[in-house]
Nanobody, 125 residues
Framework: QVQLVESGGGSVQAGGSLTLSCTVS????????VAWFRQSPGKAREGVAH????????YYTDSVKGRFTISYDNAKNTVLLQMTSLRPEDTAMYYC??????????????????WGQGTQVTVSS
């Protein structure tokens, strides 16, 4: 089993930046992918960015490309999501998740076994 703890959410104005952190512990060797998902009221949970920890490959959903950066620190077992040029539509609860899957550019929540509790990001116009 793997445990994930997110931190770093908050409230910012449009155009601002935030960095989310996800600390992964437990049987981390059993998971090769860590992802950030987000969900806003009335909407489905969507994948934002994910990283394959064995090779470092990263993928992003189109709406955040060029604005968000995901990175994995192997020594600290921490995944960061650096978010810049934030928009009101980025407002959501952000969740960190871990799973074992074949490398691919798109992800769905059902493929992930372990989830954090979520951290709220609010972007005001």
């Amino acid at each position: 089993q793997v445990q994930l703890v997110e931190s770093g959410g908050g409230s910012v104005q449009a155009g601002g930046s935030l960095t989310l952190s996800c600390t992964v512990s437990g049987n981390t060797y059993s998971r090769n992918c860590v992802a950030w998902f987000r969900q806003s009221p009335g909407k489905a949970r969507e994948g934002v960015a994910h990283v394959f920890t064995d090779g470092g490959t990263t993928y992003y959903t189109d709406s955040v490309k060029g604005r968000f950066t995901i990175s994995y620190d192997n020594a600290k077992n921490t995944v960061l999501l650096q978010m810049t040029s934030l928009r009101p539509e980025d407002t959501a609860m952000y969740y960190c998740a871990a799973g074992r899957l074949a490398e691919m550019p798109t992800i769905v929540p059902g493929w992930f076994n372990d989830w954090g509790q979520g951290t709220q990001v609010t972007v005001s116009s």
